[in-house]
């Protein structure tokens, strides 16, 4: 009973099936979240003196909007697996804006972090571990962000401008490219595959929400420092755009997933069994998604043979 009730705990914290190179990746990057997030909090800021919002009060609205942001997720299916992508890019960009830039990688782990509980709760059942990934890694890509934000110029509460703007989109770029490498980085670790193929295709899946994203983050930037009234327009536009984003994954979906068969019928004429059976295989993974599969081969003899195949490349 005891070693039962272990085993439940370990599954729980997501322990037990992730590979120790998994592990050892988010350690280091909760590591380097919490230490972003400790030192921007340290950080010298400057909020103007008659400033109507008091610090705990803009920081709350920070994490609420970052929370939000992943709340709001969309999900994909790539080769190596599901993929998630947010409204992340825009939520930064707000909040470069509303806070002072120090404050963005503690407000974006704990917000990311209430908001990936909430959806491991009342959704699909992820480990701890990987809760303590998403939001940890988001928090790291938030720091990055945030320095070569405020390299190029200091967004606070200032009147909007091309360079602010540029400074603000290099900064979305740059949590953009993180947080994609992060995720490829975790796949192919955790699958032993190349993290070339899950980069590529968080990116290709991305682009055109990232996009929608810089464009919705400025436009509400532009809105707070006229007038915040304008933003109770725009729930209407970004539900649309919302959908529209939807549309768009689930049709490149269904073409890639035709795509994929037609290869697969096609690279199954060939003379050579082994060829045939490593074609059947290599198509059955990239058509469902799988990580292991079996083919059952019917000889002359009548004799029966099979072959397995993984995701890594592997055929015996």
Not at 10 to 34: E, F, K, M, S
Not at 61 to 82: D, E, K, N, S
Not at 276 to 286: H, I, M, N, Q
Request: proline share 6%; charged share 15%.
């Amino acid at each position: 009973m005891t070693s039962g009730q272990a085993g439940e705990q370990a599954d729980r914290l997501g322990l037990r099936g992730n590979p120790p190179r998994v592990l050892v990746l988010t350690a280091a990057v909760t590591v380097t979240a919490l230490v972003a997030a400790v030192v921007g909090l340290t950080l010298p800021h400057r909020l103007p003196v008659d400033d109507p919002l008091p610090a705990p009060a803009r920081y709350g609205i920070a994490v609420a909007v970052l929370a939000l942001a992943q709340l709001a997720r969309l999900r994909f299916r790539a080769p190596a697996g599901m993929v998630s992508i947010s409204w992340g890019e825009a939520a930064l960009i707000i909040c470069l804006y509303l806070v002072p830039a120090g404050w963005i990688p503690s407000a974006t782990l704990i917000g990311a972090g209430l908001a990936w509980s909430a959806l491991s709760a009342y959704g699909e059942r992820r480990p701890v571990l990987e809760t303590v990934r998403i939001a940890a890694s988001l928090s790291a890509a938030s720091a990055l962000a945030v320095a070569v934000t405020t390299t190029l110029g200091h967004p606070l509460l200032a009147t909007p401008t091309p360079g602010l703007s540029a400074a603000m989109i290099a900064g979305a770029v740059t949590y953009l490219l993180v947080t994609a490498w992060l995720s490829g980085v975790t796949l192919g670790l955790r699958l032993g595959v190349p993290i070339g193929p899950p980069l590529l295709a968080a990116l290709r899946g991305k682009l055109l929400m990232f996009v929608g994203n810089v464009a919705v983050g400025l436009v509400v930037v532009v809105l707070l420092h006229v007038d915040a009234r304008w933003l109770l327009l725009l729930p209407p536009p970004l539900w649309l755009l919302q959908q529209t984003y939807r549309h768009r994954l689930r049709a490149d979906q269904e073409q890639r997933t035709w795509r994929t068969f037609a290869e697969s019928t096609a690279a199954l004429n060939q003379l050579d069994e082994r060829g045939v059976a490593g074609a059947a295989v290599a198509g059955a993974l990239a058509l469902f998604h799988a990580e292991l599969v079996d083919v059952d081969v019917a000889r002359a003899d009548g004799s029966w043979w099979r072959y397995r195949g993984d995701a890594a490349g592997g055929l015996v």
